[in-house]
């Protein structure tokens, strides 16, 4: 299975944009890059995802860099309700057995 | 539009017994997907349904098993309890099958299991 690697924390300010890097060097060309965070004691949420292209939506942006060798969660402005854990996940097809596959993640610190 | 609905939020139960928890999915999602996550392990697979068939199954004892019903309602069941079987279990549901790549799934707020 394809697997990502993410900064175990970041610490960021409030108001401040923030950038969550996420290396998959294993992608395949049919996986796509998701995005979901988890705050305390709640399930994780979705955030964003793509294949190829940047994306945006009202929560974050999503850079894919050309070879789609890694990836870069960013959140504009940093809020306190922000501070969770980040987690890339790959999921595409792969023998016909998928398996969602979740990391250890980036747990983000957001400081008033 | 309701989100993923699990009960119960807390429980617990005694090494030896079983546990059933409930899962609502999103009205007019199909999958339903189930996730163990501990502190050590993270976040863990368990199995997917769709239309009441088990798609795909994870790494786990035959103690572990689920249901959908017609209404995409699903069950998880754990039989014969052991203390590491602590955990968040959360659900998640999805239009169609969770697996294929452009799906979004949408996870529940979990079910807290201690086992005592």
């Known amino acids: 299975d394809a697997k990502t690697t993410q900064p175990n924390s970041m610490e960021s300010n409030e108001e401040e944009p923030v950038h969550l890097p996420c290396n998959h060097s294993?992608?395949?060309?049919?996986?796509?890059i998701h995005w979901y965070r988890q705050l305390p004691s709640q399930g994780p949420e979705y955030v964003i995802h793509g294949l190829t292209s940047n994306v945006n939506n009202r929560m974050a942006s999503l850079a894919i860099a050309e070879d789609r060798k890694s990836s870069t969660l960013i959140l504009h402005r940093a809020t306190l309700r922000d501070a969770a854990v980040y987690y890339c996940?790959?999921?595409?097809?792969?023998?016909?057995?998928?398996?969602?596959?979740f990391g250890k993640g980036t747990k983000l610190t957001v400081n008033p | 539009k309701a989100g993923v609905t699990q009960t119960p939020r807390y429980l617990i139960k005694t090494r030896g017994q079983q546990v059933t928890l409930s899962c609502s999915p999103i009205s007019g999602h199909r999958s339903v997907s189930w996730y163990q996550q501990t502190p050590g392990q993270g976040l863990q697979f368990l199995f997917e349904?769709?239309?009441?068939?088990?798609?795909n199954k994870g790494n786990f004892p035959g103690r572990f098993s689920g249901r959908q019903f017609s209404n995409s309602r699903s069950e998880m069941n754990v039989s014969t309890l052991e203390l590491g079987d602590s955990a968040l279990y959360l659900c998640a549901s999805s239009l169609e099958a969770a697996f294929f790549s452009g799906n979004t799934i949408y996870f529940g707020e979990g079910s807290w299991l201690t086992v005592v």
């Open positions: 996940i790959l999921r595409g097809p792969q023998g016909g057995s998928e398996k969602l596959v």
């Open positions: 294993t992608i395949s060309g049919t996986d796509y």
């Open positions: 349904y769709f239309s009441e068939t088990q798609r």
